[in-house]
């Protein structure tokens, strides 16, 4: 089955700062990657998306570029504010699967005033 | 809050209890998808309904584990005998047509005694 590794676990930077976020995943045939935030006792909700026919996407501070050779993207955020403190999830669709998502572990990014 | 919905948020349960779970998606979405996530983990797939026919199971569902959406609307997850293990945050999720983005709910956080 997909395989996705996410890193780092923790994430600390300054407010202001950026903040990169890496996934891997193994299976081909994922076309779908998106990338989901979820606040402390809070749903996850997406923030970005990319599909495999493109290779950055942007919206606002928020980026994500996709390597498909290489089966790894990242998200990327720039100029980091306090309310950005969350846990990232990375994420897949398995075999291309047009329904099913493998989640990354997560990564804790804490932004410091 | 028009998203999806699931009650209730908590549930405390004595080991060997049985424990339903309802979710209601959002009104037009025809696809639902339960998750278990886990203390430091990213969301795991457990299975996918299309209206009302339930498509893929995960081999982590047990046959403790059932699921059903009769009416293509909401759907509910049972746990029979429930164990420790069964201990963690139950999400579901839905989403429109063949598109992937899933909408979260908030999730039944589960305790098993």
């Known amino acids: 089955g997909e395989n996705v590794e996410q890193h780092p676990s923790t994430l600390s930077v300054q407010e202001g700062d950026s903040a990169v976020i890496k996934c891997t995943y193994s299976d081909s045939a994922s076309n779908y990657f998106p990338w989901y935030k979820q606040e402390l006792g809070k749903r996850p909700q997406l923030i970005i998306d990319?599909?495999?026919?493109?290779g950055e996407k942007k919206d606002q501070r928020i980026a994500v570029t996709l390597n498909k050779t290489a089966k790894h993207f990242s998200l990327h955020i720039t100029e980091t504010q306090p309310e950005d403190s969350a846990v990232y999830f990375c994420?897949?669709?398995?075999?291309?699967?047009?329904?099913?998502?493998?989640f990354g572990k997560g990564t804790l990014l804490t932004v410091n005033p | 809050d028009t998203g999806v919905s699931q009650d209730p948020r908590h549930k405390i349960t004595k080991r060997g209890q049985n424990v339903t779970f309802r979710c209601d998606p959002i009104s037009e979405h025809n696809r639902l998808y339960w998750y278990r996530q886990t203390l430091g983990q990213g969301p795991e797939f457990l299975t996918y309904f299309q209206n009302e026919a339930q498509l893929e199971k995960s081999r982590l569902l047990s046959d403790r584990f059932s699921a059903e959406r009769p009416k293509g609307s909401f759907s509910t997850l049972e746990i029979q005998r429930t164990e420790q293990g069964d201990s963690a945050m139950y999400l579901c999720?839905?989403?429109?047509?063949?598109?992937?983005?899933?909408?979260f709910g908030q999730g039944t956080r589960l305790t098993v005694v």
């Open positions: 999720a839905s989403s429109l047509g063949s598109s992937t983005e899933a909408f």
């Open positions: 994420a897949v669709n398995s075999g291309g699967s047009n329904y099913k998502l493998t």
């Open positions: 990319i599909r495999s026919n493109v």
